[in-house]
């Protein structure tokens, strides 16, 4: 079945540490994105990438990096410049194109040690 | 600029009741909308999707209605079970800026048996 997989589902971080969140989809989708989800909110986008190699700072890139090397991957590092790291981290795809949903992945929660 | 506005939750409600969540949009040109529900520790699932106005988009016993007079794509079904107990998003998506999406803050729907 085709899909968004994201991984660690869980994760912790150490102060000063940098951590790297996987997200690969098979679904042969053009663009990829990563958002930031706190309790009780709506989503935040904090990166998004429309073809390979190229990628764009949503609204709050700040301590965040990606990389899309390959149609199929968007890892999102999260850096120790972001101080309130503390959130659900949502990948999602969508085909290129007028009308088409964002499809997501089931999320990784990253905690602080 | 674009923005979407949801009801406040949560909203409880006894098995088999009638159900409205409230959404209102704010975009400066041709939006497409969705509904997308979230499951507790799981990311967004589309659940409908209308992309011109007076489009009625409808699944799993859920429908709305894009009303561009009213700017509204309030999300209805006739009869909830328990297993609709989630979280619910509103978001319109705009195509002339990347197909980026704009998303509520989410409303969390309780269903008591």
């Known amino acids: 079945d085709g899909g968004i997989t994201q991984s660690p589902k869980y994760l912790f971080r150490k102060e000063g540490q940098n951590v790297t969140l996987s997200c690969e989809q098979n679904?042969?989708?053009?663009?990829m994105y990563w958002y930031r989800q706190d309790p009780g909110q709506g989503l935040r986008l904090i990166y998004y990438?429309?073809?390979?190699?190229?990628?764009q700072k949503g609204d709050i890139a700040e301590g965040y990096s990606v990389s899309r090397e390959k149609k199929e991957s968007f890892p999102l590092t999260v850096t120790s410049a972001q101080k309130n790291p503390t959130a659900f981290y949502l990948c999602?795809?969508?085909?290129?194109?007028?009308?088409?949903?964002?499809?997501f992945g089931d999320g990784t929660r990253l905690s602080i040690l | 600029g674009n923005s979407v506005t949801q009801m406040e939750g949560p909203v409880t409600l006894s098995e088999e009741a009638f159900l409205t969540i409230n959404c209102t949009y704010t975009a400066t040109g041709y939006p497409s909308l969705f509904w997308y529900v979230q499951y507790p520790g799981e990311g967004l699932q589309l659940l409908l999707k209308?992309?011109?106005?007076?489009d009625k988009g409808s699944n799993k016993g859920f429908e709305a209605t894009y009303r561009k007079e009213t700017t509204s794509f309030h999300l209805e079904k006739g009869s909830v079970q328990v297993s609709d107990s989630a979280v619910y998003f509103c978001?319109?998506?705009?195509?002339?800026?990347?197909?980026?999406?704009?998303f509520g803050s989410g409303t969390k729907l309780n269903v008591k048996p």
């Open positions: 990438s429309q073809i390979v190699n190229d990628f």
């Open positions: 978001a319109l998506s705009d195509f002339s800026n990347f197909n980026k999406f704009y």
């Open positions: 209308a992309t011109k106005a007076d």
């Open positions: 999602a795809s969508s085909p290129a194109g007028r009308n088409q949903p964002q499809h």
């Open positions: 679904l042969n989708h053009d663009a």
